[in-house]
């Protein structure tokens, strides 16, 4: 038998320690040392596993199983790669069950599927799949909360595809330690992430979220798997977006669009319709631009509100992009701009619940802006974008052609682009307007 031993780990970075303390000697943070229990496993010599060439390697290297949405298949980097384990985060109630529920119902036509839930009944999870519409009546369920057990009986049943709600409801028999502790969650990640990898199992892992929004628990479980997705969701919208932090096998910061209706998650085919309103974007204050998500260039819209300040101190709010890199560029736009808006209160907002990290969205920002404090609106069927410096020149941004090409396929005619973007051959019927400083823009749009 395993000798244990004591130790002192860190619930948010998962820090060791031999004794506590009350500040984590690694991440800095207050009482979040927790008292955990660890096995140490005899190290022994293991024999069976042997060297194997590369090109020793079966034909089907590249194979990959589609879901049954087009969207998840993009975040996940073109399907489900065969021993892959993923990892789905998201607030309580967003959907993650009903998700990987549907798509389940779709892989079993192909692959023999398991479901372990250690939160809901064998019942529950009946009643969703008629809720749902689902033809689930051949999967194997299993409502369970050792870890052990529910590897041993996917195993028994020869799954192909494994799915677990959630890891914090997991726990390894050796272990003293609580539910959802550091210990249980890295032990658990531990064996899920070997059995896969052996048997060549996809696993789909239900992880909860913490009130920042990460996934509860040491950042370690999220370096172990290979994929981390989380769902980003608006509650006043029916929209939801699920995006990859982390890809093994694809793309990181692919994005997914899916709507929720009665029968489920439905998948969005053309998501830059709904970040668009031909009613607004013809009024003073918005206009659109096209951002990169992903792989794919996404057409959004961004709105502004220059209003008379009502206090001493100016508000400056925005919504879907960095509050930060607002203030940079109202100070760019009355510096080279010469307008005077430093009393004024500036509200920005992307339209559908859309946040934007890149800088491509600084030149829509600041046109909407000024579009908002002259009182005029922008001309019909324009787009822009292009990142503004401190010295109020425009630099071109990655994928300029691509995002061209997208903004022409939705029907706009006129582009206010970087100089170092604009196409040498005009096509597509776009009129397209390289500039490269912030008053040749302004110049541009009015």
């Given at each position: 038998m395993?000798?244990?031993k004591?130790?002192?780990?860190c619930?948010e970075c998962?820090a060791?320690?031999?004794?506590?303390?009350?500040?984590?000697?690694d991440c800095l943070l207050?009482?979040t040392?927790?008292?955990?229990?660890?096995?140490?496993p005899?190290s022994?010599?293991?024999?069976?596993v042997?060297?194997?060439?590369?090109?020793?390697?079966?034909?089907d290297?590249?194979q990959r199983?589609?879901?049954?949405?087009s969207?998840?298949?993009?975040?996940?980097?073109?399907g489900?790669v065969?021993?892959?384990v993923?990892?789905?985060?998201g607030?309580?109630g967003v959907?993650k069950?009903t998700?990987?529920?549907?798509?389940s119902?779709?892989l079993m036509?192909?692959?023999?599927?398991?479901?372990?839930t250690?939160?809901?009944?064998?019942r529950?999870?009946?009643?969703r799949?008629l809720?749902?519409g689902?033809?689930?009546?051949?999967?194997n369920l299993l409502a369970?909360?050792s870890?052990?057990?529910?590897?041993e009986?996917?195993s028994?049943?020869?799954?192909?595809?494994?799915?677990i709600?959630?890891?914090?409801t997991?726990?390894?028999?050796?272990?003293?330690?609580?539910?959802g502790?550091?210990?249980?969650?890295?032990?658990?990640?531990?064996?899920?992430?070997?059995f896969?990898k052996?048997n060549?199992?996809?696993?789909f892992?239900?992880g909860?979220?913490?009130?920042?929004?990460?996934?509860?628990?040491?950042r370690?479980?999220e370096?172990?798997?290979?994929?981390?997705?989380?769902?980003?969701?608006?509650?006043t919208?029916?929209y939801?977006?699920?995006?990859s932090?982390?890809?093994?096998?694809?793309?990181?910061?692919e994005?997914?669009?899916?709507?929720?209706?009665?029968?489920?998650?439905?998948?969005?085919s053309?998501?830059?319709?709904?970040?668009l309103?031909?009613?607004?974007v013809?009024?003073?204050?918005?206009?659109?631009?096209?951002?990169?998500?992903?792989s794919?260039?996404?057409l959004?819209e961004?709105?502004?509100l220059v209003?008379?300040?009502?206090s001493n101190y100016?508000?400056?709010l925005?919504?879907g992009v960095?509050?930060?890199r607002?203030?940079?560029?109202?100070a760019v736009?009355?510096r080279?701009?010469?307008?005077a808006?430093g009393?004024?209160?500036?509200f920005v907002?992307?339209v559908g619940?859309?946040?934007?990290?890149e800088?491509?969205?600084?030149?829509?920002?600041?046109?909407a802006?000024?579009s908002?404090f002259?009182?005029?609106?922008?001309?019909e069927?324009?787009?822009?974008?292009?990142?503004?410096?401190?010295?109020?020149e425009i630099?071109?941004?990655?994928?300029?052609t691509?995002?061209?090409?997208?903004?022409a396929k939705?029907?706009f005619?006129k582009?206010?682009v970087?100089?170092?973007n604009a196409?040498?051959?005009v096509s597509?019927?776009i009129?397209?307007?390289?500039?490269r400083?912030?008053s040749?823009?302004l110049?541009?749009a009015?």
């Amino acid at each position: 038998m395993a000798k244990a031993k004591q130790a002192y780990v860190c619930t948010e970075c998962g820090a060791h320690s031999v004794k506590w303390s009350g500040q984590c000697p690694d991440c800095l943070l207050w009482n979040t040392l927790s008292e955990t229990t660890f096995s140490t496993p005899v190290s022994a010599l293991r024999s069976g596993v042997q060297t194997q060439r590369l090109d020793e390697i079966p034909g089907d290297i590249e194979q990959r199983h589609g879901t049954g949405f087009s969207e998840f298949d993009r975040v996940l980097g073109g399907g489900l790669v065969p021993g892959a384990v993923v990892l789905l985060g998201g607030d309580p109630g967003v959907g993650k069950s009903t998700l990987l529920q549907q798509v389940s119902a779709s892989l079993m036509m192909d692959l023999p599927v398991c479901y372990a839930t250690g939160e809901e009944s064998l019942r529950q999870i009946g009643q969703r799949s008629l809720r749902l519409g689902l033809d689930a009546s051949a999967m194997n369920l299993l409502a369970n909360t050792s870890i052990e057990n529910v590897l041993e009986q996917a195993s028994r049943c020869a799954a192909k595809v494994l799915v677990i709600d959630s890891i914090q409801t997991m726990t390894a028999e050796h272990l003293p330690s609580a539910p959802g502790s550091v210990a249980q969650l890295r032990e658990s990640v531990g064996r899920i992430v070997q059995f896969a990898k052996q048997n060549e199992v996809s696993v789909f892992v239900i992880g909860h979220v913490t009130k920042e929004g990460a996934i509860a628990g040491p950042r370690v479980v999220e370096h172990m798997v290979d994929t981390v997705l989380y769902f980003e969701s608006d509650p006043t919208s029916r929209y939801t977006m699920i995006r990859s932090v982390k890809n093994r096998f694809g793309a990181s910061g692919e994005m997914g669009v899916f709507a929720m209706t009665e029968s489920g998650f439905r998948e969005v085919s053309n998501p830059s319709a709904i970040f668009l309103s031909r009613d607004s974007v013809s009024e003073p204050g918005s206009i659109v631009s096209v951002a990169w998500e992903g792989s794919r260039p996404l057409l959004v819209e961004i709105q502004a509100l220059v209003a008379d300040g009502s206090s001493n101190y100016p508000k400056r709010l925005a919504q879907g992009v960095d509050q930060n890199r607002l203030a940079l560029l109202l100070a760019v736009l009355q510096r080279h701009g010469n307008l005077a808006i430093g009393d004024e209160d500036v509200f920005v907002n992307v339209v559908g619940g859309l946040r934007i990290g890149e800088t491509a969205v600084d030149l829509p920002i600041l046109l909407a802006i000024v579009s908002s404090f002259r009182d005029r609106a922008c001309p019909e069927r324009l787009i822009c974008f292009g990142e503004i410096g401190l010295a109020g020149e425009i630099r071109p941004v990655r994928f300029g052609t691509e995002r061209i090409a997208a903004a022409a396929k939705q029907g706009f005619t006129k582009a206010i682009v970087p100089v170092g973007n604009a196409p040498k051959k005009v096509s597509n019927g776009i009129d397209v307007v390289g500039v490269r400083r912030l008053s040749e823009a302004l110049d541009a749009a009015w």
